[in-house]
Structure formats: structure tokens, C-alpha cells
């Protein structure tokens, strides 16, 4: 089924950029998105978080055990020439530092896979247009045979069978899955075929400062801090104390939007069985407009946006922000901004939420399948290969039993995340976030429609819209009018 045509050019713009790469341990200047990107747990915000506090040393198993798979052979490369390599498209160079950790292991493939690493926005038009232009250009040495892609843009391809392949095709099974979080596979899977897989895990977290922690909340062990921050009624109340200290619980009031977003019961986008497609916005678009209005308005920010120098500038230990709504990928982040290595903790938060991940996709007419097939089967079900990626970059997994072995003894002593949050160690935490998350409600324009939304909640914020009511209008009309989705009745 050929993928619905997407307003591209308005769509991505309103989108503004992106992180470079989600996973990836460098700063970026980053737009709207991701998380991400992101995209699913449905439970109410409130109900489990004091259940599943961080520990400081996390020994919890994961709530689903890992699962003893099969892989896909290693093809032979006897007979092979140049006619058989691969091309690999990316919009930065982390992709290629995760495949590269399967090659290190198998190098007899490495003379056949080339990078083709663009240096463009992985989320806006640059990196969509490269690829699509590739995809159709009939020159065989540079098309698409991997596709990594951003968990905001990753459907883009993998609802079109005239792009991409089902990978089942290529001898993925449910059982070499097994070791995955059903939201990958959710996400992967159109029309009953596994069109994206992912070696990422990316459940939110809450990063926060432990100076801070100890000197309004009189202590910064994750089970306190996760107490003060159980549910949103709480979040409030503890931001009633820090602002009291002079200090603010976020940068800026769209800092929750991943965690709200995340708790939606049903797609933005519903297909009926004619093709046509309506937009559905629940409650919690109206729960997020009031919360973020309530931030600001209380003063509870230093009203800043996402990945604006304010932002970013208040990571450092001299900030005067408390805590940031993150990711596994966000530990690079804020290093990179000046976030000191153990004056971090990290706990569940509000509410379980995702942000972000790439997903990788092989393209139709590839002139290696069996390749490309070993490849992401390695990088996204090898628990070995797993553990490395953690161990080396700091990545969540998308590898159940790969994160049993790291939350029971072989997480490296030098492991980003683990250094950041001050010996903590995350992935029992990040396991079980990652059971949560829902994916199914996902659609090709929510990064689209987010962008509205995102407008719309400043606007409402700012007092461009008079109520919540509005706000909610002027998502509806720009869905209607931008892609020609009407709300539904």
C-alpha cells in the first residue's frame, strides 16, 4: 500500500530541525519533535510512577524475561564484487558508530558498506528529499540499501511498500524478536509487515540536580526525589518550593510536552476503510495546554523553549533549573552543555512517557538484502552487540535481555549514563519504563500535527487564545487546512 502523500515543505518547516541524531552523544541545536518523538504510554499520568522508583543501584529484573533467539546467518561473501555493496544513508555519523560496533565484530563486511552521512536536519526535507532522490535515480552505487530515520519521520518510508521492504521477507521472525519492547514492534509493523526496526530504547526520564535536590528537598537519593514528583499534583507542589528557594522545575513550560503528549488514548490521525482520514484530539491535548499555561504563569520557568540557549545554558551547575524531561540520548546532551557527571540523578517522573529513536528500514531494490538483513538483525536483536552499543555510547536498549545483563553486573564502570547520574545505575529503570510504552496510537503526521500543537500552546500560553477551547480550534483548522484532515465529529 503506497504511503499517503505528506505536505512536506509547511509540514517539516513548522518542525524546525532536529537533534543530530536521537542517540547521539553530541549537543545539537535542536528544533520541535521527537519523542521520540515521541509517542505512547497510555496509562494516567499518576497511578504507578511510586511504584517503580530509580534506585541508586538498580538490581530489578525486567518485568518481561529475556528471550533465547535464533538470527539470520552470516552470508557468505564468496563470489561478491563490488556490485554487492551497500549503501548507508544518514542525516549525522551516529548511525554509523552503531553499525560500526556490528562490523567491528564481522569485518569481513566491511568493504561492502559505505556511509553516505549528509550533515542535514534528520527530521526536515534535506534528509527526506536526499533519500527519496536516491531511492528513484537508477544509479545502483548510491541507493538506499539501509535507511535509519527518526522516530518522528521513520513512517515516511515504512508505510511504502514501493520503498522499503518487509523485513520478514528477509527472514526476520517473531521469535528473533522476542528480546524486543513491544513499541518498536508496534512502530515497525504496517499492515502486518515488520517494515522498522530500532536498537534503541528511548523511555523518558526525569534528569535532576542533585545539589539542588539536597537543598530544598533535603536529599537527593532518586526514591525522594521521585516522591516530591509522583504525579503532577506534586510536581506542582514541589515547584511551589523551589521557586521559594529561587529556583525554577523547568526551563521553560513546553519542557512536559513529550511526558503529556505521551499519555493520549487514540491516533491523531484515524484511517477509515475508503482512505480517508479524520483527526482526533483527546483530553490530554487540553490536560498539556493547561499545565504548560500553568507553568508559565506561575512563574515556575525562565520561560525558555526547547534547545534555546537559555535552555541549554541552565544545564550547567550555576543554573538555576532543577530538572529537565529527558531521554537516554539527553545524557549527551546535557554533557555536552555543561552538565557536571554526578550532580545528575534521574527518576520516572510524573508519568511514563518515550522520546525519540531511529528506526532502520532496507530499501526495495537493494542489491544486498541478505546484507542489510544480517546487519539490522545484529544491531537490533544481538544482546552482545547490545551491551557493547550501552557500554561504548551510553544508549537505552531495545533489548531486553541485553539490559538484564547490564542492570546484573556488566555495565561498564566508565558508562556514560552511569557516570552522568552519579553511580546510578538506569537500565533496570529504563527496562521497565520501556514494557510501558505504547506505540500502537502512532501516526505518519503527528510530527506534523505536534508542530500545531506546539503553536497552539504558545499561543494559548501568550493569551493569543482566550481558552483552551481555542487553542484546540486552531490545531483542528490547521490539520483541516494544511493537510486536509478534518476533525471528527
Known amino acids: 500500500m503506497k504511503k499517503r502523500l505528506l505536505a512536506l515543505s509547511m509540514a517539516m518547516i513548522m518542525v524546525a530541525g532536529t537533534l543530530s541524531a536521537c542517540g547521539s552523544q553530541a549537543p545539537a541545536a535542536e528544533p520541535a519533535s521527537t519523542p521520540a518523538e515521541t509517542e505512547t504510554d497510555v496509562e494516567e499520568p499518576a497511578d504507578t510512577e511510586e511504584e517503580t522508583p530509580v ?17 539470520i546467518a552470516a552470508p557468505s561473501t564468496d563470489g561478491w564484487d563490488d556490485s554487492k555493496k551497500i549503501m548507508v544513508y544518514e542525516w549525522d555519523d551516529d548511525f554509523q558508530k552503531k553499525l560500526s560496533v556490528v562490523l567491528d565484530k564481522y569485518p569481513e563486511y566491511k568493504d561492502y558498506v559505505e556511509f553516505n552521512v549528509l550533515g ?16 528513484t535515480a537508477g544509479d545502483a552505487a548510491k541507493y538506499p540499501s539501509i ?17 522499503t ?23 515497525g509493523t504496517f499492515n502486518g509487515e515488520l517494515k522498522a526496526v530500532t536498537w534503541q530504547g528511548c523511555p523518558g526520564m526525569v534528569f535532576y540536580r542533585r545539589d539542588i535536590a539536597k537543598e530544598v528537598l533535603g536529599a ?7 516522591a516530591a514528583m509522583s504525579d503532577w499534583n ?43 482520514e479524520t483527526l482526533t484530539l483527546d483530553d490530554t491535548l487540553k490536560d498539556y495546554f493547561e499545565t504548560n499555561k500553568k507553568l508559565a504563569d506561575g512563574g515556575y520557568t525562565l520561560g525558555a523553549s526547547m534547545w534555546d540557549e537559555t535552555w541549554a545554558a541552565n544545564m550547567k551547575d550555576d543554573g538555576k533549573v532543577f530538572c529537565y524531561f529527558a531521554c537516554p540520548w539527553m545524557v549527551g546532551v546535557c554533557t555536552g552543555n555543561g552538565a557536571t557527571n554526578g550532580n545528575w540523578g534521574g527518576i520516572v517522573g510524573p508519568c511514563s512517557y518515550h522520546w525519540g529513536g531511529t528506526y532502520a528500514m532496507v530499501g526495495k531494490d537493494t542489491p544486498n538484502p541478505e546484507l542489510c538483513a544480517f546487519l539490522l538483525y545484529e544491531l537490533t536483536c544481538d544482546p552482545d552487540i547490545a551491551v557493547a552499543i550501552a557500554n561504548q555510547y551510553g544508549d537505552g536498549l531495545n533489548n531486553k535481555a541485553a539490559n538484564d545483563r547490564l542492570n546484573n553486573g556488566e555495565l561498564a564502570s566508565d558508562n556514560a549514563a552511569m557516570a552522568f547520574l552519579g553511580g546510578q545505575n538506569p537500565y533496570g529503570t ?29 499561543g494559548y500560553t501568550a493569551g493569543t487564545y482566550a481558552t483552551v477551547d481555542d487553542a484546540v480550534a486552531y490545531v483542528q483548522d490547521q490539520a483541516n487546512t494544511q493537510l486536509g484532515i478534518p476533525a471528527a465529529e
Not at 537527593?220 to 521521585?226: A, G, L, M
Open 55 to 71: 534506585e541508586e543501584t538498580d538490581t530489578t529484573e525486567t518485568e518481561t524475561p529475556a528471550a533465547e533467539t535464533t538470527g
Open 120 to 135: 542535514v536536519s534528520g527530521t526536515g526535507d534535506e534528509y527526506k528529499t536526499a533519500v527519496d532522490t536516491a531511492l
Open 147 to 163: 535507511i535509519p530515520a527518526d522516530n518522528d519521520v521513520a513512517k515516511y518510508w515504512s508505510e511504502d511498500d514501493e520503498k
Open 165 to 187: 521492504l518487509d523485513l520478514k521477507s528477509l527472514g526476520f521472525t517473531d521469535d528473533m524478536l522476542a528480546n524486543s519492547y513491544d513499541f518498536a514492534v508496534q512502530y
Open 220 to 226: 537527593d537519593d532518586p526514591d525522594t526525589v521521585q
Open 234 to 276: 506534586a510536581f506542582f507542589e514541589t515547584a511551589d518550593k523551589l521557586k521559594a528557594a529561587g529556583y525554577y522545575i523547568t526551563a521553560g513550560s513546553d519542557e512536559v510536552k513529550y511526558a503529556m503528549w505521551d499519555q493520549q488514548t487514540k491516533p491523531l490521525v484515524t484511517v477509515a476503510d475508503d482512505g480517508s
Open 430 to 458: 529504563w527496562a521497565d519504563a520501556s514494557e510501558k510504552i505504547n506505540q500502537s496510537f502512532r501516526t505518519y503526521q503527528d510530527s506534523t500535527i505536534r508542530a500545531y500543537i506546539d503553536e497552539a500552546a504558545k
